[in-house]
């Protein structure tokens, strides 16, 4: 008789862990799995909690007992979320959970959340869009801007994206998305193979001057004119324009803009003005860098009672409005409330617009009812004319006995070097750089560090360069004194605004000299150089003659070799300025 010997007993198969535990749909993934009793030949599914059968796993290695690896393709119809990872060995089964996510993990603007509710509301005109995903493989459309793909190569035909823009890891960056006012409807498409996800948001750009907001300009050689936070500031480039190296004076490779609101009110203000717009941030990606042509800054202003004459433009240096203080005046268009500077050369700085609240009251010595107390007023504001003695002022008056610091001392001859300054100043023009090391040399060789502060050099070196103002003969070493600190005649005066107007000159010195002895009894004492500058400026309504009433008949005198006082001064550059619609 023989024994029977019972069959082995079937042992039972565990799972005890999954790497990784999570797949994105549409991907090839080798998951390990460990665990006890493991064989060749066993199966690997994962399927829903239900039991429906998702997708079967493909062996790729049994190595031991206790270890396996197995292929899931996961299909890009599946559905997402928490489902089973099992395994089947003879008639036992384990499993473990395993997730199938979507493609996109989180959609962030500017740092925020977005998915949920799919609306933002951005203060700038440029959106930063991070989008992260579950699967690096994934390509990434931005809308219609661009699309990042998985291997990181950016397919756009926009400019000015930002240098953040671009994909490392799962995370997919477009740095600077751009924005219209209003609402902007932004598409975010995320695929894997076939499989692909969509998302819509709205977001809005109200373009207004709220702290904090930026306008950015990605390339200003594109664009004849900027206009920011609804027109609250304008720059008007003009065509062809670009963008330079202050030192190499090439072009820059990089010609964006950034505008941006500062604050509302500056944290400091000048002496005698009041903020009337917010303080805004104009700079080119190197605050050195110098705008290539002429251009103009518009900016808005909120004064009720702003008039022409009490509204100027300063600009600083740093947010706290303290440093670099540089009053530029401006040409006021009060119907649309807008006050314009030229812009040129190095123009990055803080830039605000001030209303005068004490004008020519600031000079302790001037008489309200002065006929000159308007043009006084309006040049003071504007920066045009500076105290007599005051200790900024450095032309050598001394002021008048008497006269406080803050004198206008209206009948103190005014300098040939503060009348060079309120014409560059009166005219907008942009203070030259004075070359050399150091302090410079100037063209000038009485035009020194040892009397006068850089900003009044320059404004005599821009005077000279624009051809406003010349020189003495040269000494007997040849050098060339403008005499800064000596009186101004008013033929010389006459002479300096027919350059400035660019009135046409009689060349026929007899037929002028025949003209202007028709309008002053003193014509044959006026200096032959200044005779067509002088009948010039008469024709323009610029400078006049000075009235003698001898019984009963009134004749004109020019008095071409008399100084001219500060008080005349500011009158005739008002005058000019009003003529030329600079104010």
């Keep these: 008789m023989f024994a029977v010997v019972p069959a082995a007993a079937l042992a039972a198969v565990t799972l005890t862990g999954i790497n990784p535990d999570s797949a994105t749909l549409g991907e090839t993934v080798d998951v390990t799995l460990t665990g006890t009793e493991f064989a060749s030949g066993m199966t690997?599914?994962?399927?829903?909690?239900?039991?429906?059968?998702?997708?079967?796993?493909?062996?790729?290695?049994?190595?031991?007992?206790?270890?396996?690896?197995?292929?899931?393709?996961?299909?890009?119809?599946?559905?997402?979320?928490?489902?089973?990872?099992?395994?089947?060995?003879?008639?036992?089964?384990?499993?473990?959970?395993?997730?199938?996510?979507?493609?996109?993990?989180?959609?962030?603007?500017?740092?925020?959340?977005?998915?949920?509710?799919?609306?933002?509301?951005?203060?700038?005109?440029?959106?930063?869009?991070?989008?992260?995903?579950?699967?690096?493989?994934?390509?990434?459309?931005?809308?219609?801007?661009?699309?990042?793909?998985?291997?990181?190569?950016?397919?756009?035909?926009?400019?000015?994206?930002?240098?953040?823009?671009?994909?490392?890891?799962?995370?997919?960056?477009?740095?600077?998305?751009?924005?219209?006012?209003?609402?902007?409807?932004?598409?975010?498409?995320?695929?894997?193979?076939?499989?692909?996800?969509?998302?819509?948001?709205?977001?809005?750009?109200?373009?207004?001057?709220?702290?904090?907001?930026?306008?950015?300009?990605?390339?200003?050689?594109?664009?004849?004119?900027?206009?920011?936070?609804?027109?609250?500031?304008?720059?008007?480039?003009?065509?062809?324009?670009?963008?330079?190296?202050?030192?190499?004076?090439?072009?820059?490779?990089?010609?964006?803009?950034?505008?941006?609101?500062?604050?509302?009110?500056?944290?400091?203000?000048?002496?005698?003005?009041?903020?009337?717009?917010?303080?805004?941030?104009?700079?080119?990606?190197?605050?050195?860098?110098?705008?290539?042509?002429?251009?103009?800054?518009?900016?808005?202003?909120?004064?009720?009672?702003?008039?022409?004459?009490?509204?100027?433009?300063?600009?600083?240096?740093?947010?706290?409005?303290?440093?670099?203080?540089?009053?530029?005046?401006?040409?006021?268009?009060?119907?649309?409330?807008?006050?314009?500077?030229?812009?040129e050369g190095a123009f990055s700085g803080y830039y605000t617009v001030f209303i005068s609240f004490v004008g020519a009251e600031t000079y302790t010595d001037l008489p309200s009812d002065g006929w000159f107390y308007h043009p006084v007023s309006a040049l003071r504001a504007k920066g045009v004319m500076e105290p007599a003695n005051s200790v900024t002022n450095p032309w050598n008056y001394g002021g008048v006995a008497g006269a406080s610091t803050f004198g206008l001392d209206a009948g103190m001859y005014v300098r040939r070097g503060e009348f060079a300054f309120m014409m560059v100043r009166g005219l907008g023009l942009t203070f030259v750089e004075i070359p050399g090391a150091g302090e410079g040399t100037t063209i000038f060789s009485d035009v020194n560090s040892s009397g006068l502060k850089k900003y009044y050099r320059q404004s005599i070196e821009t005077a000279a360069r624009h051809g406003l103002i010349r020189g003495y003969p040269p000494n007997a070493v040849g050098e060339i004194d403008f005499g800064w600190d000596q009186s101004l005649n008013r033929e010389q005066a006459a002479v300096i605004m027919a350059r400035a107007a660019g009135l046409t000159l009689d060349t026929d010195e007899t037929r002028a000299k025949a003209a202007l002895e028709k309008l002053y009894t003193d014509a044959d004492l006026v200096s032959t150089w200044a005779v067509s500058s002088v009948l010039a400026c008469n024709k323009a309504r610029l400078m006049g003659g000075i009235p003698v009433v001898v019984d009963g008949k009134t004749t004109y005198t020019f008095n071409g070799a008399d100084s001219l006082t500060r008080a005349q001064s500011a009158s005739l550059v008002h005058r000019y300025m009003l003529a030329k619609k600079l104010i």
């Design 44 to 343: 690997a599914k994962i399927n829903k909690t239900s039991g429906e059968l998702i997708v079967n796993g493909t062996e790729v290695s049994v190595s031991s007992s206790t270890s396996a690896v197995f292929r899931f393709v996961i299909p890009s119809t599946a559905a997402t979320g928490a489902h089973r990872l099992t395994v089947v060995k003879d008639t036992y089964e384990a499993w473990q959970t395993f997730t199938i996510n979507s493609i996109v993990k989180s959609v962030k603007f500017d740092g925020n959340s977005v998915l949920a509710s799919g609306l933002y509301t951005c203060s700038d005109n440029n959106l930063e869009i991070v989008v992260e995903t579950n699967n690096s493989s994934a390509e990434v459309k931005f809308g219609s801007v661009c699309t990042i793909k998985a291997d990181g190569t950016i397919e756009t035909k926009q400019t000015g994206l930002g240098a953040g823009t671009g994909k490392v890891g799962s995370v997919y960056t477009v740095e600077r998305y751009p924005l219209k006012p209003g609402k902007n409807s932004i598409t975010i498409t995320a695929s894997v193979g076939s499989r692909k996800e969509t998302f819509k948001f709205t977001v809005t750009y109200p373009d207004v001057p709220s702290t904090g907001a930026e306008y950015y300009v990605s390339d200003v050689s594109g664009q004849s004119k900027v206009e920011a936070f609804s027109k609250s500031v304008v720059l008007d480039l003009g065509k062809g324009n670009y963008i330079f190296d202050d030192i190499t004076g090439a072009l820059t490779t990089d010609q964006s803009v950034l505008i941006s609101v500062s604050s509302i009110t500056p944290p400091n203000q000048p002496t005698g003005f009041a903020a009337v717009s917010s303080v805004f941030l104009i700079t080119a990606n190197d605050a050195l860098d110098l705008i290539g042509k002429p251009s103009k800054l518009t900016l808005k202003f909120t004064g009720l009672g702003a008039t022409p004459d009490n509204l100027t433009v300063y600009r600083a240096s740093t947010a706290a409005f303290n440093t670099g203080l540089k009053n530029l005046g401006g040409q006021v268009n009060q119907k649309a409330g807008t006050i314009t500077i030229p812009l």
